[in-house]
């Protein structure tokens, strides 16, 4: 339960907003850097509620800008990207990717100023198969993002996006509530159905965990635990990170590097991302005879691509065909919610969210219960973190070290039930991450 002035703090990420300032501190997923060829057609693109123009110059640099020409404001959409620049189609003025005036052609020479004029461009930088845009206010820019997951090697890495029709924070909070696990995405699948090696069927044996959760340097962690075999517990552990990552558990812990990101396109519309180690190890993806779990997959069918603001990685499954539900698959209990592929099974659960504006949900609305723990904590990090940003300025430890991500994993293990959780969690991720980075170790080993 939370008031409409509180959801307003979390949901709106507008230009003046607590959130949108706080967020304009980090740098934002924009794109993916294939979706962007040298002197090909700009594409639209809308981020934290601001239209935007990005486009590769002829030299390969990514230009990202408000796409309203600063001479009279006619969309630079239109323009034409050449000969190391963007030329608006009205009066041909040209634009190089950091916003600097070339060309005023439709000027006498002795009238021209474009020392003086300049296009509203971003900062602009590629990590990890994703470009990214710093649109805050700062003249340097804080350091690039350093979670594990940035710095795999590009053919070991999996990046996926898909656009939701809701607000960031549905998409996020998702992403940070595990007991779904059990229910959404494999709950047709019994304890018998699974290899009875894998420690994962430990949460399908147990599906009412309990929790602990805390705050940390990069945001908030979780753990939801539960008796494994004796003397042990089976935990799943998690984070949210600022301003919109989660660090999922959904995995093997000494190899789950992965994280997902809940960008803001606007308050009422996501892109996430999916990032991931494509030799991680995912948590019950398939039976015991080696087939997959019905509808357990990550595939997914897109719509073609438009150019429209928001015309880029949309589903097939959506809203408005019910997300290809099959009815059939679920009541005859082969698919627990009969939605096909764990992306679509999530889409339709958090954009069937709802609240007096479209994509919004009125958390007013809400009953929590113990299993939502960590998303009433993170809720509360983020309300601080908006207002103390808005008062004073203060920011979160992570914008300026940035390093502090490499304490944060995600995953699954068994520990002794007599080691404190966070001990248990400690100690399990310098296993992982010790004596050299856990990535250069796996490397060596092949
Ligand atoms: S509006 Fe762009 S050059 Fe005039
Ligand atoms: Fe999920």
Redesign the pocket.
């Known amino acids: 339960m939370l008031t409409m002035d509180s959801n307003d703090i979390l949901t709106r990420v507008g230009s003046g907003t607590p959130m949108g300032e706080l967020m304009r501190e980090y740098w934002i997923p924009a794109c993916l850097p294939q979706e962007l060829a040298p002197d090909a057609t700009p594409m639209r693109i809308k981020l934290l509620g601001e239209k935007l123009i990005a486009f590769r110059d002829s030299a390969g640099r990514i230009g990202i800008m408000d796409h309203r020409c600063p001479h009279r404001c006619a969309s630079m959409f239109f323009g034409r990207n050449e000969e190391g620049g963007i030329r608006c189609a009205y009066h041909g003025w040209k634009f190089d990717v950091d916003g600097n005036c070339l060309d005023q052609p439709n000027l006498p020479e002795d009238a021209r100023f474009p020392d003086r004029v300049k296009a509203k461009a971003y900062k602009v930088a590629e990590l990890g198969g994703i470009v990214w845009v710093y649109m805050g206010k700062r003249k340097v820019a804080p350091p690039l993002p350093a979670l594990e997951c940035l710095s795999l090697p590009a053919d070991e890495r999996m990046v996926l996006c898909h656009q939701r029709d809701c607000n960031w924070l549905q998409s996020l909070e ?1 992403d940070i509530d595990t007991s ?2 059990g229910f ?2 494999v709950g047709s699948v019994k304890t018998e159905d699974v290899d009875p090696d894998t420690m994962h069927r430990w949460g399908l044996i147990n599906r009412t965990p309990r929790y602990h959760v805390k705050e940390t340097d990069w945001g908030t962690m979780y753990t939801a635990y539960r008796p494994a075999d004796p003397g042990n517990y089976f935990y799943r552990f998690a984070h949210f990170m600022f301003p919109f990552f989660a660090l999922v558990p959904d995995g093997t812990f000494s190899n789950m590097i992965q994280a997902t990101l809940s960008v803001p396109l606007d308050d009422s519309h996501t892109m996430t991302y999916n990032l991931a180690w494509t030799k991680r190890e995912q948590a019950l993806r398939t039976l015991k005879d080696g087939s997959p779990i019905p509808g357990a997959s990550l595939a997914r069918d897109f719509l073609p691509t438009t150019t429209d603001w928001l015309g880029r990685w949309r589903l097939k499954a959506n809203r408005g065909n019910d997300y290809l539900i099959d009815r059939e698959e679920q009541s005859a209990g082969r698919s627990y919610s009969g939605i096909k592929g ?1 992306g679509q ?2 889409q339709a659960m958090v954009e069937s969210m709802e609240g007096p504006e479209e994509g919004i949900v009125d958390r007013s609305f809400e009953h929590l219960a113990v299993s939502d723990r960590m998303i009433a904590i993170t809720r509360r990090r983020l309300i601080a973190a908006a207002q103390a940003h808005q008062k004073d300025g203060s920011l979160p430890a992570t914008v300026d070290r940035p390093e502090l991500a490499r304490g944060a994993r995600g995953g699954s293990f068994i520990a002794s039930d007599k080691v404190d959780w966070l001990d248990a969690y400690y100690a399990e991720l310098t296993r992982a991450q010790s004596p050299m980075d856990f990535l250069q170790r796996a490397q060596a080993a092949e």
């Open positions: 998702g779904h696990f959404l995405h764990i099974q999530d």
